[in-house]
């Protein structure tokens, strides 16, 4: 069975300091991992990686991907009491019975950023 | 706002209860997906449809199910309910046939039984 796992699961830090999230994965037919943030309601998507070793950036966000030893890490700097949020982590792999594919989320990390 | 809506955003029924949450993809979206979000199971993909057919099914009860209407909007099915099923339920959509690429969130519907 596919498996996602984030660490840490909580995480507090002050405004200004860097925080790195972690999302190791076990899934046969990996596709694309993909990360979303949470906050009050609905997930909002902010990154997917396909490739081994290239980073996304968006603003203060960046994630990379390595597909050898099967983990992604998204890094927020100078974090704002605004990213306070869980992030969740997915990946995508075959769903067993067809040819479609399916998203496995991890549990997310809760990052809370005081002012 | 993603685009995608959802009702009822919130529900209170009682155990055995029978109840239908409905979605309605974004514009031009084939593809709606629902998910269920507890505590501690986390986000669980429950299944998939695509233009009407279901494509892929994740951690489905059986008392649990789904349909997509020809005007592309879905409903889920929760029946015989338990305290367990207390969670929030998400639908998403995307254009294609396969979440490789971004989806798009519903607001969710948070299902609360006593």
């Known amino acids: 069975e596919d498996k996602v796992v984030q660490s840490p699961l909580s995480l507090v830090v002050h405004e200004g300091d860097t925080v790195t999230l972690n999302c190791s994965y076990e899934?046969?037919?990996?596709?694309?991992l993909l990360w979303y943030k949470q906050e009050k309601k609905a997930p909002t998507f902010l990154f997917m990686l396909?490739?081994?070793?290239i980073e996304k950036k968006s603003g203060r966000l960046s994630s990379i991907l390595d597909k050898k030893e099967l983990f992604s890490i998204l890094n927020i700097t100078a974090t704002q009491t605004g990213d306070s949020a869980v992030y969740l982590c997915?990946?995508?792999?075959?769903?067993?019975?067809?040819?479609?594919?399916?998203?496995?989320f991890g549990k997310g990390t809760l990052l809370t950023v005081n002012p | 706002d993603s685009g995608v809506t959802q009702t009822p955003k919130h529900l209170i029924t009682a155990t055995g209860q029978r109840v239908t949450l409905r979605c309605s993809p974004r514009?031009?979206?084939?593809?709606v997906y629902w998910y269920q979000q507890s505590l501690d199971q986390g986000l669980q993909f429950l299944i998939q449809?695509?233009?009407?057919?279901?494509?892929a099914k994740g951690n489905i009860l059986e008392r649990f199910s789904a349909q997509q209407f020809p005007d592309l909007h879905s409903e889920l099915n929760l029946s015989s309910l338990e305290l367990g099923d207390s969670a929030l339920y998400f639908c998403?959509?995307?254009?294609?046939?396969?979440?490789?690429?971004?989806?798009?969130f519903g607001p969710g519907t948070r299902l609360t039984v006593l």
């Open positions: 998403a959509s995307t254009s294609r046939d396969s979440p490789y690429n971004e989806q798009f």
């Open positions: 899934v046969t037919n990996f596709r694309s």
């Open positions: 396909t490739s081994s070793g």
């Open positions: 997915a990946v995508e792999g075959p769903y067993s019975g067809g040819s479609n594919y399916k998203l496995t």
């Open positions: 514009s031009g979206d084939l593809s």
């Open positions: 449809y695509y233009n009407g057919e279901e494509r």
